[in-house]
């Protein structure tokens, strides 16, 4: 569920959204959520001064909440 969350918001801010690559690692209690998209797009994905990850993070941090995990994104270059 969460892969997939993260999943659908890069695919709406890329431009290449068919290289767009989500992986998750789960744990116990934690799940790593990789995410890598084309060099041009990681700019995008990251947004200015971080913003546009931090607000991914964000609504992932509230939905695994709700499921009650703990999910980390990695946003792998």
Do not use: C, H, Y
């Not at 990789?34 to 546009?52: C, F, H, N, S, Y």
Request: zero cysteines; aromatic letters at 2%; a positive charge.
């Amino acid at each position: 569920m969460l892969k997939e969350l993260v999943d659908f918001m890069a695919r709406a801010l890329v431009d290449n959204p068919e290289k767009v690559n989500v992986s998750e690692i789960e744990g116990e209690q934690t799940s790593v959520i990789e995410l890598r998209v084309a060099k041009e797009d990681l700019g995008k994905v990251i947004g200015k001064q971080g913003r546009t990850a931090r607000a991914m993070r964000t609504i992932l941090s509230a939905a695994s909440t709700k499921i009650r995990k703990r999910a980390v994104l990695e946003i792998i270059e």
